[in-house]
């Protein structure tokens, strides 16, 4: 397969476009825009649409119409951008409808930093939009596995009628690296895909004599019989059953270096490759450190992390663009706090150094 | 004699809808004559209704069509994603005059100004009727809100908002109706321009606009029969009727 | 084997557009991993845009080097931030037209190259990065020059066909400085 040298933004955008995506809505803002740009010029040429809406608010709820009707749709945006499209992410995890949302983290809120960052952790995984809805969060860390990310994001969101969220950050969407993109999608199998909504729960039109397709408060399973609608209760059970089934089935990680790891590193995204590096520089002088990385964030490796023997692990280093960490809570609850957890963390656009990890598992080792 | 059918219940309204409205809401007028056009036009078999928040939202279990519940203000945005990538469906908005006049003014602007082919239906009744009669956009000076307990004052909550005349002001809009459900002949004109609007709409003209003016008789604390006097001695005297704009 | 590089100076003087015209070049070329990072944070005061690049056996991890092999400054603040970042032994590119200061390190090895002078000189200021472009390879042999040559036809001239031909004096020019440059220090 060819090699393309590409930024993290138009990596994404063209997956997405090969992963069937036509429908893009977004709003401009920083570190992101390449993302609404490529595809303002690459929709025309496969018949599909690119909209620039009147805010991100707008963007979201074209997103959530073209997702009703069947459409594999897309939007993206950066941080405050995606606090504005929480409500609509709510309303399509509610309704469940599949669609993808990117965001390119950068820290803030809105002018209080534009520069990347990795600082809403908790928004993505915890409270994306009220009313407790939740979504498959992948993390990538490198432009390859954003693209790869974007692509399967589509299968996801189809395979569970529900929102997945690409959570990466301005870094990954303004660096360039080499990329390998995924397979373009064949016309007549996307006319299929949405054919087979269709038939089942999209929009379309009354048909005489069957069931009324409503995208709805009550969309996401058949109500009982005689009954027009699920209560609210009705559909959390529903959703809370599929997120216990996420758990045991979506759940991606990786276990670098971890054998006999002594120190244990948790970090995610972009700030899992450079804890790599600083990795293979702690283990060349000797010392025995590995790293857990949630491939996915949500929902989270638990089990690993939970695997590790507080007799072994003298610590846990959490490495994050985040002042203060947000992913430690969900290392706390999996390892149940036996494990002594500290932090090596940036945030507001200052990128974390191999040397400054280097530095702090230096400092568990030698506590 | 020869029995001839010379009215019958439009085919999207149920004999026992799931949902209703409060006696003598205009709303339910509304809906009538939305279903009717749809089974005059033979379009109910393609056509997706956009739902906005209060009361216009309880046409999820009144009208039964595929529909889209949106968020308040944004059925305009969610109609254009139905509608750009199912063009072959007819796709409306039914939303109140808070929905597309004020949470969501700027996608109601914004939908018509690219001159999206889809239809909106706003509902003009001065208040915000499900939670319970607060200040609208539309509320009148002078008329009472339990927000407004002394009546709309210009100096404060400023001028009531002509949606149909702010749109007018754009480029794009292919057609803009204001309407009024208050009397049999006004019903009559009102199911005319709801009907071209939704030909507009077939004919890919773009966006079709249309105000109907109603009532709200729980909130507003008058009678139906009342509240029609009020419309014609008041409201209508604020929000004219008529085709504004028919291209 | 990794080798990391940093290249410095005003934003519109092209320093991105060099960086990733290298890169685009790896990518093709050779089956190396190949990273480009523009800078932000701390990084990016002061004027300067800064990026990044790291060509290496394998795979990348950190983005930026706290060391870098090479340098190249296209102006004094850029030459003032990083110059204590080369790698003992590394070699500095300067801008001399811009780039005025002198350097202090002494441990270090310098190659003058006049970039913004030979886009003058070859008609446009705009092909100041080409000449420094073309100094590195010349000097490093990191890529084949034909190769660079090309993706900067392909990436520059579909929007500008008339600087094809002036990009190419500049890289040439600046070539044969950089491969000067390289012979000299061999006889020394």
């Known amino acids: ?367 | 004699m020869e029995e001839v059918k010379v009215y019958s219940r439009a085919s999207s309204i149920p004999k026992n809808p799931y949902i209703g409205f409060c006696p003598g809401c205009m709303h339910s007028t509304t809906f009538k004559v939305i279903a009717e056009v749809l089974d005059e036009l033979g379009i109910v078999d393609k056509t997706i209704e956009c739902n906005g928040v209060g009361c216009s939202g309880l046409g999820l279990g009144y009208v039964y069509l595929d529909n889209v519940f949106c968020a308040h203000g944004r059925a305009c945005a969610v109609a254009t994603g139905i509608k750009r990538t199912n063009p072959d469906n007819i796709v409306f908005t039914y939303q109140g005059d808070g929905d597309g006049g004020s949470i969501g003014i700027a996608e109601t602007i914004y939908a018509a100004n690219r001159g999206e082919n889809i239809t909106m239906i706003l509902i003009n009744n001065g208040t915000y009727g499900m939670t319970g009669g607060q200040m609208a956009p539309t509320t009148l000076v002078g008329q009472k809100a339990t927000t407004a307990p002394w009546g709309r004052n210009p100096e404060e909550h400023g001028y009531p908002v002509h949606i149909a005349e702010l749109l007018d002001s754009l480029t794009a809009p292919a057609y803009i109706a204001r309407v009024a459900m208050n009397s049999v002949q006004n019903v009559r004109k009102a199911k005319a321009c709801i009907k071209k609007a939704f030909q507009y709409q077939m004919e890919g003209k773009g966006f079709s606009y249309v105000e109907v003016m109603s009532n709200c008789p729980t909130n507003w604390g008058m009678s139906p029969l009342e509240t029609l006097e009020y419309m014609e001695e008041h409201t209508l005297k604020e929000f004219k009727l008529g085709e504004i704009r028919a291209k | 084997m990794e080798r990391d590089l940093i290249v410095g100076g005003f934003g519109g003087q092209g320093v991105m557009r060099l960086a990733q015209l290298m890169c685009y070049t790896a990518t093709e070329t050779t089956d190396k991993y190949v990273s480009y990072f523009p800078t932000y944070g701390g990084e990016q005061r002061g004027g300067t845009a800064n990026c990044f690049v790291i060509i290496s056996d394998e795979k990348i991890g950190a983005m930026t080097a706290p060391k870098c092999d090479d340098l190249i400054v296209f102006n004094n603040p850029s030459l003032a931030k990083f110059e204590a970042r080369l790698k003992p032994n590394g070699t500095m590119f300067v801008n001399t037209t811009v780039a005025t200061d002198a350097p202090k390190r002494t441990d270090i090895k310098i190659v003058n190259v006049p970039a913004t002078e030979i886009a003058n000189e070859v008609g446009d200021i705009r092909c100041a990065n080409l000449a420094m472009l073309g100094a590195y390879i010349g000097y490093t042999g990191l890529l084949p020059a034909e190769n660079i040559k090309k993706t900067a036809e392909k990436k520059l001239g579909a929007k500008r066909p008339e600087l094809i031909p002036l990009n190419n004096a500049a890289f040439d020019r600046g070539f044969e400085i950089g491969k000067a440059a390289r012979e000299a220090e061999k006889e020394a």
């Not at chain 1, 995208?215 to 959703?239: V, Y």
Request: aromatic share 8%; hydrophobic share 40%.
């Open chain 1, 1 to 367: 397969m060819e090699r393309q040298f590409l930024k993290g933004c138009e990596a994404i955008a063209e997956s997405a476009v090969r992963a069937g995506c036509r429908f893009y809505a977004g709003y401009p803002i920083t570190p992101q825009n390449e993302i609404p740009e490529y595809f303002a010029r690459r929709m025309p040429e496969v018949g599909g649409v690119y909209l620039q809406g009147e805010s991100e608010v707008a963007s979201v709820n074209m997103v959530y119409g073209a997702a009703g009707g069947g459409t594999r749709c897309m939007t993206s945006s950066a941080s405050c951008g995606i606090s504005l499209k929480a409500e609509g992410m709510s309303y399509m995890a509610m309704a469940r409808v599949p669609a993808v949302v990117l965001n390119a983290q950068r820290g803030g809120p809105g002018v209080g930093d534009i520069r990347p960052a990795q600082q809403d952790y908790f928004q993505a995984t915890k409270a994306l939009g009220n009313g407790g809805f939740q979504y498959i969060v992948l993390a990538p860390s490198t432009i390859q596995e954003a693209a790869d990310m974007t692509y399967e994001a589509f299968d996801l969101a189809d395979k569970y009628r529900n929102p997945v969220m690409v959570l990466t950050d301005g870094f990954t969407a303004a660096m360039m690296e080499p990329v390998v993109l995924p397979e373009q999608k064949s016309e007549e199998e996307l006319a299929a895909i949405k054919a087979a909504k269709k038939a089942d729960w999209a929009l379309k039109g009354k048909v005489e004599g069957q069931p009324l397709h409503k995208i709805s408060f009550n969309a996401g399973s058949k109500p009982p019989q005689g009954k027009f609608m699920n209560t609210g209760e009705d559909r959390n059970k529903t959703d809370a059953a599929m997120y216990e089934l996420w758990k045991e089935e979506e759940v991606r990680y990786e276990e670098y270096r971890l054998d006999n790891a002594e120190v244990v590193i948790a970090a995610y995204g972009v700030a899992a490759r450079i804890s790599a590096t600083a990795i293979n520089i702690l283990r060349a002088e000797g010392y025995k450190v590995g790293m857990i990385r949630p491939i996915r964030v949500n929902p989270f490796p638990e089990k690993p992390y939970a695997a590790l023997d507080p007799a072994k692990v003298k610590g846990i280093l959490v490495v994050e663009h985040s002042i203060p960490s947000q992913m430690i809570y969900d290392v706390k609850l999996a390892t149940g706090n036996t494990i002594q957890i500290d932090t090596c963390l940036r945030s507001c656009g200052e990128i974390i150094s191999r040397d400054q990890i280097v530095e702090d598992v230096k400092k568990i080792f030698a506590k």
